[in-house]
């Protein structure tokens, strides 16, 4: 059995990955802020609470964490008129959107380390390549050094079997993708996607799925696109 830590697993794109993994046999051992429905509760915004986070959850696992997939993130406005608002905005969103997952990657690496490797998925955006809009500075910017972080991280430790992917999507379709399309227009910014739609929840969880059970290990260090051809690199 397959154990995999996967944050965010409340809602969006986490629900559909923890729907997806479970289908594919694997124990998912899921976060959100507030817990419940079997779901481990941990605020990003606190400090240290990643390191709270993966004690329970290697104790829930039974002492053995095969993979860790950075899920949780926010999307929030930051108003460079409002200076205050501005610096408030980027440490919450570096908490919650690298720091977090930098923890918990730190400790799956030496876990990792210790049981003879294991597999990082971290899911970045397609922002982190691209940036994003005038409100989102700190967003763009976390995802970007997460991209960075897990390059970082698969060229460190692929001798030691440990594995490290990237997923970058473009607009998909949750909570969070629709308050954005409908604050933008919906339809313009539709039309700058070639395939003609955004993403579902449920293609970035499959990719989550094949990434952490059968991709293959030469694949470690790359970063996977979906995001309808809006974006090709
Ligand atoms: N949707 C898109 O268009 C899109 C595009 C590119 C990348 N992404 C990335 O994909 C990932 C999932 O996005 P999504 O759209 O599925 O998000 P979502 O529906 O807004 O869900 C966010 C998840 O993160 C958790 N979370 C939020 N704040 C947290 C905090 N302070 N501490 C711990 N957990 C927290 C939420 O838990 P609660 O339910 O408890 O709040 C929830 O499980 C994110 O990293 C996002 O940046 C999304």
Redesign the pocket.
């Known amino acids: 059995m397959t154990n995999i830590l996967l944050?965010?697993?409340?809602?969006?794109?986490?629900a559909a990955a923890h729907a997806a993994l479970t289908a594919a046999g694997c124990k998912v051992i899921g976060?959100?802020?507030?817990g419940g429905n079997g779901l481990i509760a941990?605020?990003?915004?606190q400090p240290r609470a990643a390191d709270a986070l993966w004690a329970e959850a290697l104790e829930r696992a039974g002492g053995r964490i095969d993979v860790l997939v950075n899920?949780?993130?926010?999307?929030e406005a930051a108003d460079i008129a409002d200076a205050d608002g501005f610096a408030s905005a980027w440490a919450r969103s570096h908490a919650?959107?690298l720091q977090s997952a930098a923890d918990l990657c730190r400790h799956a690496v030496l876990h990792f380390q210790a049981h003879g490797g294991g597999r990082i998925i971290n899911?970045?955006?397609?922002?982190g390549h691209r940036g994003d809009s005038p409100l989102h500075w700190h967003y763009a910017a976390a995802?970007g050094g997460m991209l960075a972080m897990t390059k970082s991280i698969a060229r460190a430790y692929a001798a030691q079997g440990i594995l490290a992917f990237s997923i970058t999507?473009?607009?998909?379709m949750?909570?969070?993708?629709e308050d954005?399309l409908a604050s933008r227009g919906g339809d313009k910014l539709l039309a700058d996607i070639p395939l003609g739609r955004v993403a579902s929840?449920e293609e970035v969880a499959e990719t989550i799925r094949w990434l952490a059970t059968t991709a293959p290990a030469s694949l470690t260090g790359a970063t996977i696109d979906i995001n309808g051809a809006s974006y090709v690199r």
Request: aromatic share 10%; net charge positive; no cysteine.
């Open positions: 944050t965010g697993a409340s809602r969006g794109i986490g976060q959100s802020t507030a941990a605020d990003f915004a899920n949780a993130g926010v999307f919650i959107n899911v970045a955006s397609r922002a995802k999507p473009g607009f998909t949750t909570g969070m993708a954005y929840a």
